[in-house]
């Protein structure tokens, strides 16, 4: 009797980056507001696709400790883009509670900055 072999769809594990904000401007050019849960630039050459899930480690200032968090690509800046933008993605963080804890320290560290009209790697 010849046994049966299932094959189960590979779910591609999301991919890995790292990320490491040192100053104020940095994280402000970078931060995403405007999304629900908030979200970040990554500038990176590596591709990907609207909807792709990304996991992150995030460094923020002068903060050791590195914030994982789980995150969909909601924004693509390919190369060449104009306005000299930087290549990257921007990632939607996760309704859960990596991701708000993510868009509580970020906006705790921007405060104020967070009105300003400058120029930001998305908007």
């Known amino acids: 009797m010849a046994e049966s072999t299932e094959h189960k769809p590979v779910t591609p594990r999301p991919s890995v980056l790292s990320l490491n904000i040192n100053s104020k401007s940095a994280l402000y050019a970078a931060y995403m507001p405007f999304l629900k849960h908030g979200g ?3 500038p ?3 591709s990907y696709g609207i909807g792709d899930e990304v996991f992150m480690l995030l460094a923020l200032m002068d903060d050791p400790t590195k914030l994982p968090i789980a995150g969909t690509v909601v924004w693509i800046t390919p190369p060449g883009a104009q306005n000299s933008k930087a290549q990257g993605i921007g990632v939607h963080f996760k309704s859960d509670e990596s991701g708000i804890e993510a ?4 906006e705790g560290l921007l405060g104020g900055v967070m009105q300003s009209s400058r120029p930001t790697h998305t908007m």
């Open 44 to 46: 990176t050459t590596r």
């Open 40 to 42: 970040i630039f990554i």
């Open 103 to 106: 868009k509580r320290k970020i």
